[in-house]
């Protein structure tokens, strides 16, 4: 499921540490990259691949937020709506992203393009308010500022 | 006081720049003593954590055992999850340099020979900035096997986490690379007796690294007579919320908070009057707008006015606030966050949780105020990690220095009951 070049860094990864079960957030990382999110099959992968038992796999993907335990739309929006945030509008911002993508938190848009969260503090808070998509973070929102970005993510 | 930690150094991040600016120094110096020197330099200097809990860095070091036939471990702590807090983000975007000899410095001294940076997942762009920076170090023989031709042997791992708030506590952070559930661990054992798989292990925060190579450059002595005596040193504080420059800015501790506020990050916008702050991150206890007059930021200056300088992450929130929002907010996040180990926090997050959503509809009873103080008070000290003091010290404090905002929010029992028919 995880392709040559990704396995091969996992084979570099375990000599610096001291058992292959520490890579198990590396490989799921990887496994979400490849395949958007973190099937049951995957889980087995994992633990085939780094010789855990799956219950435990299952229990380290359960435990961390940022794994997709189901398939995920082809862009992930993570709005921060905690104190910072919060208090520089980003009621605002998710509304306006409800009101765009016509979903509520949690959904996916049936075109399968967008998926819209409410995450946790995001480290952003002094350029509030902020949302993450993927690997990238969008700052100091405004409703123009979203609308821009929405276009370009196809 | 010129900038140590983030110099507005153009490319700052880039090896060559760094070393043409006295970069790398201070690791020749260190690789040529002794490292209980080290330690003595640095416990001379009084660097305390930057993490939250303000711990005596050399102290810290002194506690790995000398004489252990196991590997020995540094942990860099860069999960920086704490609502308000956005500092080592700064040390990773603009001088990652300073925090990789910092830690091969640390690493040095402790005898580690493998340092783990542990980054939350969020942060993977950041990642991808200090694992650059750590293969130009590679490169350059500053990590590695014999490093400069010294007999000091030290690598350096990037641990990506994986969207954990608990991670940041040390022995959560612990298991994270161990590759279990972060479920913090029961102290003592202590993490330099028994760290990671049962090793001698060091942990500190991003910044108390990042501020190794200054106190070897300055000297422990001078480095101790920057900002407050009792807790010295440049402190990178973030302020955030209803300020018109929000930011990280740098200063020696003990600058007060008002000048923080208006100096630093421009003051509020419309000039509202301040209500309220938070100044080290969520977690630290809420100080009134009316009673900022000559708080520092330092740990005696924020002890004395009943809060803590936490990670110097200041929120600011002006008059117009909803402060039951802010704690009904706040009280979320915790109870998002609660690993689940321990009853009082698993469970006592999420009540404060819901009778925070009745004062937030204004449908409270007026027993709920001294409800919500009865559960917090007993999640406080009864947990295994520091969590659940976390959660319960903002709503101990709310409802101490802002109880009329609770009692606002109470519906009278009278206007609950159905209204009288002609029957009776």
């Not at chain 2, 001379?44 to 000398?66: E, V």
Request: glycine residues 10%; contains cysteine.
């Amino acid at each position: 499921m995880l392709s040559e070049a990704h396995l091969q860094r996992i084979e570099e990864l375990k000599q610096r540490y001291q058992k292959p079960q520490s890579l198990i957030l590396e490989v799921l990382w990887m496994l979400q990259e490849e395949h958007g999110w973190i099937s049951e099959e995957g889980m087995k992968y994992a633990a085939g691949l780094l010789g855990m038992p799956e219950h435990h796999v299952f229990g380290v993907v359960t435990f961390y937020t940022m794994f997709n335990k189901k398939p995920v739309g082809r862009h992930k929006i993570e709005v921060c709506t905690n104190i910072s945030c919060m208090l520089r509008n980003s009621d605002r911002i998710l509304e306006h992203l409800e009101r765009r993508l016509n979903i509520r938190p949690g959904e996916t848009t049936p075109d399968n393009r967008f998926t819209l969260v409410e995450a946790e503090c995001l480290g952003s808070c002094g350029t509030a308010p902020a949302m993450q998509v993927g690997d990238e973070y969008y700052e100091n929102l405004d409703e123009a500022k979203i609308d821009m970005i929405l276009s370009e993510l196809t | 006081m010129e900038p140590l930690l983030l110099p507005p150094i153009p490319d700052l991040h880039r090896i060559e720049v760094y070393e043409a600016h006295g970069g790398y120094a201070m690791l020749r110096k260190a690789l040529e003593m002794q490292p209980d020197d080290i330690i003595e330099e640095v416990k001379k200097s009084n660097l305390r954590g930057r993490g939250g809990a303000c711990f005596p860095a050399g102290l810290k070091w002194s506690f790995m055992p000398k004489k252990t036939d196991k590997p020995k471990y540094l942990c860099v702590n860069g999960d920086e999850s704490e609502p308000g807090t956005f500092k080592d983000r700064q040390i990773f975007e603009c001088n990652p340099h300073l925090m990789i000899e910092g830690a091969i410095i640390a690493a040095h001294a402790v005898g580690a020979g493998m340092v783990y940076l542990y980054v939350r997942g969020e942060y993977i762009k950041w990642i991808r900035m200090v694992q650059r920076a750590v293969d130009e170090a590679y490169a350059k023989g500053y990590l590695g096997q014999s490093i400069l031709g010294s007999t000091v042997n030290v690598e350096f791992t990037i641990h990506r986490g994986a969207g954990a708030y608990i991670c940041g506590e040390e022995s959560s952070l612990m298991n994270s690379i161990e590759g279990e559930r972060g479920y913090p661990r029961v102290k003592p054992p202590f993490p330099a007796q028994n760290g990671l798989w049962g090793c001698p292990t060091t942990i500190n925060n991003v910044e108390t690294i990042a501020n190794v190579p200054i106190i070897l450059r300055l000297g422990g002595e001078a480095y101790a007579k920057i900002g407050h005596p009792k807790h010295p040193g440049p402190l990178l504080v973030g302020v955030s919320g209803h300020v018109n420059k929000p930011g990280v800015y740098e200063m020696p501790t003990g600058v007060l908070l008002t000048e923080i506020i208006e100096k630093y990050a421009g003051g509020v916008p419309g000039n509202k009057r301040i209500k309220a702050v938070i100044p080290g991150g969520s977690s630290t206890k809420i100080i009134r707008g009316d009673a900022l007059e000559g708080v520092t930021m330092d740990a005696d200056g924020l002890l004395a006015a009943g809060s803590s300088v936490g990670t110097a992450g200041m929120v600011v929130m002006d008059e117009d606030t909803d402060l039951i929002r802010v704690i009904s907010r706040i009280t979320h996040f915790y109870h998002h966050e609660s690993c689940g180990q321990c009853t009082p926090c698993r469970e006592g997050t999420g009540w404060m949780f819901k009778i925070l959503k009745r004062f937030e509809n204004s449908e409270a009873r007026a027993a709920d105020i001294d409800l919500l103080l009865d559960i917090a008070n007993n999640i406080e000290g009864n947990t295994v990690c520091a969590l659940g003091d976390a959660a319960a010290w903002p709503v101990q404090s709310m409802i101490e220095r802002f109880r009329d905002e609770f009692e606002r929010r109470v519906k009278e029992p009278a206007s609950r009951l159905p209204a009288p028919t002609a029957a009776a």
